[in-house]
């Protein structure tokens, strides 16, 4: 699992400099007349940003299973082929 810990942090890096960008629209945005807070708001925006981050490690991780089990199939097939001749 460490190994993937590059692949992993790659996503979300990028994906702060959007969040980022979008809180700053938001902020911007909500001052020109919004019925919510500012702050909470910014807590909603907050909360929703944790739970993309830990969307997308759970996608991340599910892509990993998915690709191994992929590679499983691939090599049991070879083995049947083999077994077959």
Known sequence: STANAPE???PNR????????YSRY???????G????????????????RELAKERQENARLMKIAQDKEELIGKLREEIDLLNR
């Open 8 to 10: 992993d942090d790659a």
């Open 34 to 49: 919004s019925s919510l807070p500012s702050n909470a708001l910014e807590k909603r925006i907050e909360e929703l940003e």
């Open 26 to 32: 938001s902020r911007d945005a909500n001052s020109s």
């Open 14 to 21: 990028y994906s702060r400099t959007d969040r980022t960008n």
